[in-house]
């Protein structure tokens, strides 16, 4: 069995999931780590055992002297490009974090560039692989609820309009970023309405910017048009409508989701409190079919990168590579557009 060893760029805030999900899978070691930050690199090299000489300053350095097979980029999308070309001139293999890119076309210099390189590249887009879709995904693929007429998906959190200034954030690029809420969390949510329903034909946006903390939108609904059906995204970072649970006094998301799918048979049911649900198809039952599922950060990211090994090991395609992982983002950029003309706009198949 191969011995994957993983270069691992950017020690910031999410890189400790990632840490701690190669540590967890059989067969992979991070033999290298790098991060321009000397106390954010020496930080984590201390809290997963990473020795001294394993760590770089430098990608460029890393890259051309470490002994690794796969490089994994946990930076911010300005970087994407010249690290992901970086890696697969050098043959490694590519694992890069989410938003992939910036525009269309740094996405598809990306997957062109690995292509011909001749490397895999797959994009980290945890949210699929959390507890509760998991599960909804299955019981969509039973047919269980027949063919689904409405979508309704809600994200709600009261995060932006607590960023005052002085407070510390975990994310302060959040209060600088032009596009926010549906850049940093719509890769996610687009990457989860594509696996649980596929491709829509059509969407239409309103976007809005509540907190005076923030550059960004943090607010919105888009619909989304399918053959057939059709649902909504109703998102917010700020938002009263669901304080179910306590306010910290550190400023941090939330993430309280609910969705709820609609069939001709019958409608499954997911709670803020992780509960999911199946209400028979004339209404008069309700149906437990788990209890508490959460939004397990840590656990998706083990998910998600034994299926990065287990499709290298295998030569089989990613579930979102950088070629499905197009698409998703042609979805986000079309909110965007749709929000800035008042107008849907029809996505091409």
């Not at 989304?224 to 550190?250: I, K, N, V």
């Amino acid at each position: 069995m191969t011995m994957w060893k993983i270069g691992l760029i950017g020690a910031g805030y999410w890189s400790s999931r990632h840490l701690q999900a190669w540590q967890m899978i059989p067969n992979v070691m991070v033999t290298a780590l790098c991060d321009p930050d000397l106390a954010k690199l020496s930080e984590k090299a201390h809290l997963y055992n990473i020795p001294e000489e394993s760590l770089y300053l430098s990608a460029e350095e890393m890259v051309k002297e470490a002994e690794i097979d796969i490089v994994d980029v946990v930076t911010g999308p300005e970087s994407h490009v010249a690290l992901v070309e970086l890696a697969a001139k050098a043959g490694k293999h590519v694992l890069c974090q989410k938003p992939f890119a910036r525009t269309l076309e740094e996405g598809a210099r990306m997957v062109a560039f690995a292509k011909q390189a001749g490397v895999r590249l797959m994009v980290t887009e945890n949210w699929r692989w959390l507890e509760p879709f998991r599960c909804i995904k299955e019981m969509l693929n039973s047919g269980v609820i027949g063919a689904i007429h409405t979508v309704r998906y809600v994200h709600t959190d009261f995060y932006t309009p607590r960023m005052e200034p002085t407070v510390k954030l975990p994310q302060p690029v959040f209060r600088e970023m032009p596009r926010l809420l549906f850049y940093e969390m719509g890769a996610h949510w687009f990457d989860v309405w594509r696996f649980l329903f596929g491709m829509p034909k059509r969407v239409y946006a309103e976007l809005s910017q509540v907190s005076p903390y923030i550059a960004g939108e943090d607010n919105g609904i888009v619909v989304l048009g399918h053959e057939g059906f059709h649902g909504y995204m109703d998102m917010s970072w700020a938002t009263r409508q669901q304080l179910d649970r306590p306010l910290s006094d550190s400023v941090a998301p939330v993430h309280l989701e609910r969705l709820v799918i609609d069939g001709r048979e019958g409608t499954l049911k997911l709670y803020t409190n992780g509960d999911i649900s199946l209400i028979n198809q004339h209404g008069s039952e309700e149906r437990w079919i788990k209890h508490g599922t959460t939004l397990d950060h840590e656990e998706s990211h083990v998910r998600l990168q034994t299926h990065f090994i287990e499709c290298l090991n295998a030569g089989v395609d990613f579930d979102t590579s950088g070629a499905d992982n197009m698409e998703t983002l042609r979805l986000l950029f079309s909110v965007y557009e749709s929000a800035e003309k008042h107008v849907a706009v029809y996505l091409a198949q």
